[in-house]
């Protein structure tokens, strides 16, 4: 199989199957990606690959393709429902690649624009969230090269075609649930992003349906959305020369790591800052999945920076003694949730924040915690279905806020 490379829409490469080598144990092709003459030291598919004249030899998909593959239930869903001849991931990639996170897409042939669309104000005031999404979904939106688990779909925001004319590109991330395994996760994030953004962290907007069912998410790589051109966008984990199946093997110092290497001067120190601020806010709401996929880069000719804080969950409020995705350091390794005296050696060491900045930090997130729970409780009255869930949230916070210690009585 060969399939062809875009970056912002211009093909800049080729992606293909070779035969194994001659005498190799891997009975297996190998998988070639090669930058055409044309493309320019701009025209990257990867922080790791930059443009040479030369092959990128691989014995799978490389990672920065693999980020972008479904996982799981979603995987074995489009390929069925796409009928696709090969479900391996060169196969699945044909099928989801061209409507994707980034500035990347993939294709066989010419690149073509097959984007679902819906109606922002329709999703808000939805009172039938499974047909809704299911609608969308039956117009192709199965065929999203968007990575994880759980019920997801790219599509356009309906207003950019009345403006722009033409779908450019896909405006937002949609979201359900599977009520069997995780319910009410939708509401969930939602309280979680909300919870985030008041503690000071960068997330992309969000909007939950009216019956809850549904999250939107506002795609945060858009450069220019009368044209459809992206920034770069690239997970910790392809950024580390991981594959998916590895995104619980690391730890939080590799993420520190990987921003020392790739961001200068002082954006290089809000990163960092920004990091640790995440951690302790994963913390305190009992988020055990914050793990390799769910931290990126994004990058253009001129900048690379932490991509805003997205899938954020109170996994706790499900599994009672979850741990954290990732260890903290490599010394001592191991996955527990980690102290504030263990935080704050953490930061010293590593993020450029004293003891005082880190106990602002903090209160900054116990006051954003509060005050969310006050919504959460207000929610709950209003929609009584998630009750159960709601009131586990509400306790995981509560015990995390009375974890902490501070050096002195709370100004809170």
């Known amino acids: 199989m060969e399939l062809n490379v875009f970056v912002n829409k211009v093909k800049v490469g080729c992606l293909k199957e070779i035969a194994p080598e001659d005498n190799s144990s891997n009975p297996n092709p190998r998988i070639q990606f090669s930058y055409l003459d044309s493309a320019t030291a701009f025209d990257i598919i990867s922080l790791c690959m930059p443009v040479a004249r030369k092959n990128y030899i691989y014995h799978e998909i490389p990672p920065v393709f693999d980020m972008i593959l479904p996982e799981g239930v979603r995987r074995q869903q489009i390929a069925l429902v796409a009928k696709a001849k090969r479900i391996d991931d060169m196969g699945l990639l044909a099928i989801v690649g061209y409507n994707t996170i980034g500035r990347v897409q993939v294709c066989q042939g010419e690149l073509i624009d097959e984007i679902p669309v819906f109606n922002l104000r329709d999703l808000m005031h939805c009172t039938d969230g499974e047909a809704f999404f299911n609608e969308i979904l039956q117009r192709s939106g199965f065929k999203s090269g968007v990575a994880g688990v759980q019920p997801k779909f790219l599509a356009a925001k309906a207003s950019d075609i009345i403006k722009f004319r033409t779908v450019n590109t896909s405006t937002h991330i949609i979201k359900s649930f599977n009520p069997q395994e995780y319910p009410w996760l939708t509401v969930n994030e939602f ?8 503690a000071g962290i960068e997330v992309p907007k969000f909007f939950l349906s009216q019956d809850g069912l549904l999250l939107a998410i506002q795609r945060f790589d858009i450069k220019d959305e009368s044209v459809g051109t992206h920034y770069g966008f690239e997970e910790m984990v392809s950024l580390l020369g991981r594959k998916s199946a590895q995104k619980y093997d690391g730890c939080i110092e590799e993420l520190v790591n990987c921003i020392d290497d790739y961001i200068a001067g002082a954006d290089s120190i809000d990163a960092l800052q920004s990091i640790f601020r995440q951690t302790v806010f994963n913390v305190l709401v009992g988020n055990g999945d914050a793990h390799l996929k769910n931290f990126g880069l994004l990058y253009d000719e001129s900048l690379i920076r932490l991509a805003p804080a997205y899938d954020i969950v109170c996994t706790k409020a499900y599994i009672e003694n979850d741990i954290p995705a990732l260890a903290l350091e490599y010394e001592n390794y191991s996955k527990r949730w980690w102290s504030k005296g263990e935080l704050i050696k953490f930061s010293q060491r590593h993020c450029f924040l004293d003891e005082d900045q880190v106990d602002l930090i903090y209160k900054e997130t116990i006051i954003a ?4 729970m006050a919504d959460i409780s207000d929610y709950i009255l209003e929609n009584p279905a998630f009750s159960v869930l709601g009131n586990k949230m509400i ?18």
């Open 191 to 198: 309280f979680c992003l909300k919870a985030a953004q008041k």
């Open 369 to 372: 915690l509060e005050a969310v």
């Open 395 to 412: 306790a995981v916070w509560r015990a995390s806020i009375k974890s902490v210690e501070f050096k002195s009585e709370s100004a809170l």
